[in-house]
């Protein structure tokens, strides 16, 4: 059974930074994806970033690129997401995902592609 489990999330001032952790476990991963995700108050889901679990390629949806940084430990099976530069618009859940489907099979940037979800953590970007 994969479990997913999110932390890091809190309350920053703008400008300020925040780092997810996201732990892994219950699987090895051969070329898949893990991605964050995260949903403001009365918006959609929408994606932030993700990475390829071999290689480690990083992708970013426009509004966080230079700021947001997605990185991977394989040996712990953990991904982050360095935020930098937070803005009030950033407040929101963000999601941890994973998915077991090969990465030439799959929308990284599409929710879903992901058949593993963590509970989510809080970040809060005050003004």
């Known amino acids: 059974q994969v479990q997913v489990v999110e932390s890091g999330g809190g309350l920053v001032q703008a400008g300020g930074s925040l780092r997810l952790s996201c732990v892994v476990s219950?699987?090895?991963?051969?070329?898949?994806?893990m991605g964050w995700f995260r949903q403001a108050p009365g918006k959609e889901r929408e994606f932030v970033s993700a990475i390829r679990w071999i290689g480690g390629g990083a992708y970013y949806t426009d509004s966080v690129r230079g700021r947001f940084t997605i990185s991977r430990d394989s040996n712990k099976n953990m991904v982050y997401l360095q935020m930098n530069t937070l803005k009030p618009e950033d407040t929101a859940v963000y999601y941890c995902?994973?998915?077991?489907?090969?990465?030439?099979?799959?929308?990284?940037?599409?929710?879903?592609?992901?058949?593993?979800w963590g509970q989510g953590t809080q970040v809060t970007v005050s003004s």
């Open positions: 995902a994973v998915t077991t489907k090969s990465w030439p099979s799959i929308n990284y940037r599409d929710g879903s592609s992901y058949n593993y």
């Open positions: 219950g699987r090895t991963f051969g070329d898949v994806a």
